[in-house]
């Protein structure tokens, strides 16, 4: 067990609609990163957070958002969803750089 | 940015056998790790390397940064090795922490 805490495990949604996954950090860890792996992109940097703060932006679409609240969880919300967002979305955490980066088991998202 | 490629992309091992991943980055690091992602898709840290040599059971890791390379040893393979290898680095330059991961590389191992 990491210690990253990541809600839903599985989601399966309708093209169009909204979704909402959840990462909770692992006690301590002020760094928030959510990766997007799919199957012919491999691991992708979506966005990272640190104490509150946006601190790094990578691949991420504009129909995609997130946030880190003051308790230090953070939420990815993917919206207007195509069939190519099905995958499986990971939240990672870290003291800060320079240490290791511990992942959560993933959310697996499925688009019909 | 910088790029990250890990050889060979797949592998397959006859149980017991040895086997060595290689990594190569195109730029200085200050972060580098290794991870596995076992068959029901979880990332679990193998190694955080830098620089310099570690060891974990049959695992041991080796960065020369240098030379910009990684390389993780596998040694008497087990089914249960089976999976996907990746490296990840964090530019030194970047001042983030984020990490970039090589495409992996694909081991099976057979009883």
């Known amino acids: 067990d990491s210690g990253v805490t990541q809600t839903p495990k599985h989601l399966i949604t309708a093209t169009g609609q909204r979704v909402t996954l959840r990462c909770s950090p692992r006690?301590?860890?002020?760094?928030v990163y959510w990766y997007q792996q799919s199957l012919d992109q491999g691991l992708q940097f979506l966005i990272q957070y640190y104490n509150g703060e946006e601190r790094a932006k990578g691949n991420i679409l504009e129909r995609f958002s997130a946030q880190q609240f003051p308790d230090l969880h953070s939420e990815l919300n993917l919206s207007s969803l195509e069939l190519g967002d099905s995958a499986l979305y990971f939240c990672?955490?870290?003291?800060?750089?320079?240490?290791?980066?511990?992942f959560g088991e993933g959310s697996w998202l499925t688009v019909v | 940015g910088i790029q990250v490629e890990q050889s060979p992309p797949d592998l397959i091992l006859q149980e017991g056998a040895n086997s060595t991943l290689r990594c190569n980055f195109s730029d200085s690091v200050n972060n580098l790790q290794w991870f596995h992602q076992n068959p029901w898709g979880q990332l679990i840290n193998l190694f955080y390397?830098?620089?310099g040599t570690k060891q974990n059971g049959r695992l041991s890791a080796t960065t020369v940064a240098t030379e910009r390379y990684s390389l993780l040893y596998i040694s008497s393979s087990q089914t249960t090795d089976s999976g996907v290898y990746f490296c990840a680095v964090e530019q030194r330059s970047s001042n983030t922490g984020k990490l970039i991961f090589g495409q992996g590389t694909t081991l099976q191992v057979k009883p």
């Open positions: 390397i830098p620089s």
């Open positions: 006690s301590g860890d002020l760094s």
């Open positions: 990672a955490s870290t003291m800060d750089r320079g240490n290791t980066i511990y």
